[in-house]
């Protein structure tokens, strides 16, 4: 993937190859920093006071949401010109932007390295951190950031307007970005009510993943299964409306989900109950349609042309139901959620539907990059490619599992025996199998990083290796 870009037709593409590259390399340093945090649940000294948990954590989860937002963006630059016909119409203001985006990114994240402790003030959501989960990017950076997706956006709708026709695929990707973009602003309010500063956070944690980045991902999974599918073209775009209907409704409302303990009125619970309950329902219709059109285009002769990607996408496919629809629903009702809350269960729920619905599509992203760049008729899977995807994808299965073990022990211990005191905190931490759980998963985290070596060597050699 790495080298010259010159095969390519289109700035746009060549633009995107630079997204994901930089997508890649941070989706390894997630993985170092999550291995790191890992280390330190079972010695507590590790790296005490020089690399504190606490950091390691922040650059764990905000380097993930940066590397998928990377992902997204170069998917569609990816996918622009294929789609409209044209190049990019403001290609140039583009890829300066990424340039910029980059340079803040490795500016904050050095921040967070070398600032590790010190006072909460006014000073420090300008300068160090807005401490917000997965969006704790300080405000300088957030509005670097508004600024470059507003020349992405308008890169999006200028190129649209201007190619031979706005498909089904880029219709919706034009408003799902639209509302994708405009919900980031959510995140930057200050107020220093906590329960409203809450409130509003999750407007954008649970409305990206939830509601607009399904149907991103919705769309770029249309595309990717046209391309390596030769799937209809009208099959495709019919169930992505419907799922776009389905999704916003469900998951607006879902968004009740997280009101329950923060200080919110309580006919939030009702809502939040039955509208997250009725979310896997698009996600069962997103598996059943992939599953069908599967059916119907095999043995035709129509032979997979990028079966790495393919594997990939059928990951995402029972990834996503797994991990957001199942997982997800195991704490969705509030008297449930009244004892699994703080525990180790959101952090299962959230690796596994993080890793379903969104790293495994834009993996599979990177391989139909790969194949476009080496101007490859048909990419077969490699050696590498085949255990890097069964060591990423067994890791991180493996991983909810044992922190799902976790999550039961603390939820039956702490919350249920102890109701929710001090002493039934500790009691739970030092649970066996609580304790077993921590222990598997830095084994698995172990596994998902040699897949990733496998992964990044596949990446960079399979194009060349298939063009010979
Ligand atoms: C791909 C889609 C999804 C992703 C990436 C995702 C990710 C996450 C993450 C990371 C958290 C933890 C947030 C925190 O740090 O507090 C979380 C919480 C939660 N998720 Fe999801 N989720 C998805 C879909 C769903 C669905 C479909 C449901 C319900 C059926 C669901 C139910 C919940 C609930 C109830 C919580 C709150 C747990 C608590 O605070 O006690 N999620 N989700
Ligand atoms: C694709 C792979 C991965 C994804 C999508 C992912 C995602 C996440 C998410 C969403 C959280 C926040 C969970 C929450 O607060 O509810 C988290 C936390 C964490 N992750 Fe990962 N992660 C991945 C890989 C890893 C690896 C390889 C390790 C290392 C063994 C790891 C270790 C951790 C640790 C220790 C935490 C902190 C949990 C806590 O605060 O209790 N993760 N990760
Ligand atoms: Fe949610």
Same mark, same amino acid.
């Given at each position: ?35 790191? #945090? ?7 000294? !590790? ?6 948990? +606490? ?27 294929? %789609? ?43 300068? @160090? ?20 997706? &507003? ?13 031979? %026709? ?27 009510? @906590? ?10 944690? $649970? ?7 399904? =149907?991103? =991902? ?12 030769? #799937? +209809? ?9 419907? %799922? ?8 607006? &409302?879902?968004?009740? $989900? ?17 509208? +997250?309950?009725? *979310? ?8 059943? $349609? ?19 990607? !393919? #594997? ?18 195991? $704490? ?69 599992? +044992? ?5 039961? /022990?603390?939820?039956?211990? *702490? ?7 001090? *002493? ?7 649970? /066996? ?36």
């Amino acid at each position: 993937m790495l080298s010259s870009n010159a095969g390519l037709k289109y700035e746009s593409q060549r633009l995107a190859v630079k997204y994901f590259i930089v997508a890649i390399v941070l989706f390894g340093a997630q993985l170092l920093f999550g291995l790191l #945090a890992a280390i330190q649940f079972i010695y507590p000294d !590790f790296l005490f006071n020089i690399l504190d948990f +606490s950091i390691n954590r922040i650059v764990h989860i905000n380097a993930l949401v940066v590397w998928l937002l990377y992902g997204m963006i170069g998917a569609v630059y990816w996918l622009l010109p294929d %789609e409209t016909g044209i190049e990019t119409v403001g290609i140039k203001i583009g890829t300066l932007g990424f340039y910029i985006l980059t340079a803040a990114v490795a500016v904050v994240v050095l921040v967070y390295l070398l600032i590790q402790v010190g006072p909460g003030n006014e000073m420090t959501t300008w300068l @160090i951190t807005e401490g917000r989960e997965y969006i704790e990017a300080p405000r300088w950076a957030d509005i670097g950031i508004v600024v470059v997706v &507003l020349v992405f956006l308008w890169n999006v709708y200028a190129t649209a307007f201007k190619g031979k %026709e706005i498909t089904g695929i880029v219709a919706v990707l034009m408003a799902d970005l639209l509302a994708l973009a405009g919900l980031y602003l959510a995140g930057m309010f200050y107020t220093t009510n @906590i329960a409203m500063d809450q409130f509003w956070w999750w407007w954008v944690i $649970h409305l990206w993943v939830e509601a607009t980045w399904e =149907v991103f =991902v919705a769309a770029v999974g249309g595309y990717m299964l046209i391309k390596t599918l030769n #799937a +209809s073209r009208k099959v495709v775009e019919m169930w992505l409306w419907i %799922e776009v209907a389905m999704m916003f409704g469900s998951g607006i &409302l879902g968004l009740g $989900h997280h009101y329950f303990w923060i200080g919110t009125p309580e006919y939030w619970w009702e809502i939040g109950a039955l509208f +997250s309950a009725l *979310e896997p329902v698009p996600l069962i219709g997103l598996f059943v $349609h992939v599953l069908y059109d599967w059916g119907k285009e095999r043995g035709k002769g129509n032979d997979i042309k990028n079966t790495p990607a !393919f #594997a990939w996408l059928t990951v995402e496919t029972f990834g996503n139901f797994l991990g957001a629809g199942i997982w997800g629903f195991m $704490h969705t009702l509030p008297q449930i959620n009244l004892y699994t809350h703080g525990t180790q269960w959101p952090a299962a729920h959230g690796h596994l539907s993080f890793f379903g619905a969104y790293v495994a599509i834009l993996l599979g992203m990177a391989y139909m990059l790969a194949q476009g760049k080496y101007g490859l008729e048909k990419m077969k899977m490699t050696k590498a490619g085949w255990w890097a995807i069964s060591l990423i994808t067994g890791g991180v299965l493996l991983m909810s599992i +044992s922190l799902t073990l976790s999550a039961y /022990t603390q939820t039956m211990i *702490e919350r249920g025996e102890f109701g929710a005191t001090w *002493e039934g905190y500790f009691i739970a931490q030092n649970a /066996t199998w609580f304790v077993q759980g921590m222990g598997w998963r830095l084994v698995s985290g172990l596994a998902v990083v040699a897949g990733y070596v496998l992964l990044v060597y596949d990446l960079l050699t399979i194009g060349k290796k298939q063009k010979a």
